[in-house]
């Protein structure tokens, strides 16, 4: 079975501009959480969607959204990228919807904001 | 409070040699207490979860030591070996509400 897919693996964009970053799950898997992971925050819960809906919201400004298709195919957008927002950017898939059900990770997409 | 302490930040541990890892937390309504190891490159990976009706889980050379009276939990790597040397995330959570904390993460170094 294939893992979390996550394109692109890197990208470098400059401040003002917008990004979107892609997750595909673990097939079956309908749940999908996207999490920032930075040297001096760690790791940090954005958002969660299962089946479409968006489930939970983590602490970080409206700039940072996001969507589930019905194929459970995940995109988060950041819109008018600031310099703290280069990070890796995390995918994680569960079968099940609530996150304390075993997540796998993909590989994460590095952004980064010049 | 909705931190998660972890420490310490850097580990060395030479091979063969026990590592720990400690994360301490605040917030009583956490019961779910999950380890993460993260390789260079790489997403994140489940290693070993505990809840807190259990002071202890092992499997294989990792175990979980978990004390709710003092609201802290441990990994311990017995044996440590070359291969183990990557980043090493405890987390918390809460059921009810879906919320997942992590600490800031320990890289873990096994001398050959």
């Known amino acids: 079975k294939a893992g979390v897919t996550q394109t692109p693996r890197y990208l470098i964009k400059t401040r003002g501009q917008q990004v979107t970053l892609s997750c595909s799950p673990i097939?079956?898997?309908?749940?999908v959480s996207w999490y920032q992971q930075t040297p001096g925050q760690g790791l940090q819960f954005l958002f969660e969607?299962?089946?479409?809906?968006?489930?939970n919201k983590g602490n970080f400004p409206g700039r940072f959204s996001g969507r589930q298709f019905s194929n459970s195919r995940s995109e988060m957008n950041v819109s008018t990228l600031e310099l703290g927002d280069s990070a890796l950017y995390l995918c994680a898939s569960s079968l099940l919807e609530r996150r304390t059900d075993t997540q796998y990770f993909g590989p994460g997409t590095r952004l980064t904001v010049l | 409070q909705q931190q998660v302490k972890q420490s310490p930040q850097s580990l060395i541990v030479q091979k063969g040699g026990i590592s720990i890892i400690n994360c301490a937390y605040e917030?009583?309504?956490?019961?779910?207490f999950p380890w993460y190891q993260q390789f260079p490159g790489k997403g994140p990976a489940l290693l070993i979860a505990i809840r807190p009706d259990v002071s202890e889980k092992k499997e294989g050379r990792f175990t979980i030591s978990f004390n709710k009276s003092a609201k802290q939990f441990s990994l311990h790597i017995m044996d440590s070996q070359p291969g183990d040397s990557a980043t090493y995330f405890c987390a918390a959570s809460n059921l009810g509400d879906d919320k997942i904390i992590f600490g800031k993460g320990t890289r873990l170094h096994i001398l050959p």
């Open positions: 969607y299962f089946s479409e809906t968006q489930r």
């Open positions: 097939s079956g898997h309908r749940s």
């Open positions: 917030n009583t309504a956490f019961d779910y």
